[in-house]
Nanobody
Framework: QVQLVESGGGLVQAGDSLRLSCAAS????????LGWFRQTPGKEREFVAV????????YYADSVKGRFIISRDNVQNMVALQMDSLKPEDTAVYYC???????????????WGQGTQVTVSS
C-alpha cells in the first residue's frame, strides 16, 4: 500500500508563492491518481487539484484555477502543488491522497498523508 508524506507548508504573506510536495513510498506510484485536498477547522475537507496516473489529465477547484499547478514525477515518486498568488482564504491544512480514479470526489480517495499547514497572512 502506498504511503504519503507531505512537506513544504508554512507561513507566507498574501501574494506569495509556496510549493507543497508529497513523497510516496510502497506500492506502484504510477498506478495512482494523486489529489490535493485542504481543510480548515469546522469545515469539510475540500478538493483542490488532481492529476492522473500519467500526468496527462488535471482538474482544479474553481477557487484555485489559474493560481495553483499540480504536477508529478513518476521517477521520483512525488507529486507537487505549486501555489502562486496566495490569498488568506487559502489558509488550511493541505493533504495529498491517492486514488485509482482521476476524481474530484473525496470518497474516491483511500490513502492519505498526514497533512501540512499553510497559513497566508493578509
Amino acid at each position: 500500500q502506498v504511503q504519503l508524506v507531505e512537506s513544504g507548508g508554512g507561513l507566507v504573506q498574501a501574494g506569495d508563492s509556496l510549493r507543497l510536495s508529497c513523497a510516496a513510498s510502497g506500492g506502484t506510484f504510477s498506478d495512482y491518481a494523486l489529489g490535493w485536498f485542504r481543510q480548515t477547522p469546522g469545515k469539510e475537507r475540500e478538493f483542490v487539484a488532481v492529476i492522473s496516473q500519467n500526468g496527462g489529465t488535471t482538474y482544479y477547484a474553481d477557487s484555485v484555477k489559474g493560481r495553483f499547478i499540480i504536477s508529478r514525477d513518476n521517477v521520483q515518486n512525488m507529486v507537487a502543488l505549486q501555489m502562486d498568488s496566495l490569498k488568506p482564504e487559502d489558509t488550511a491544512v493541505y493533504y495529498c491522497a491517492a486514488s485509482v480514479a482521476t476524481s474530484t470526489h473525496i470518497r474516491a480517495y483511500y490513502r492519505w498523508g498526514q497533512g501540512t499547514q499553510v497559513t497566508v497572512s493578509s
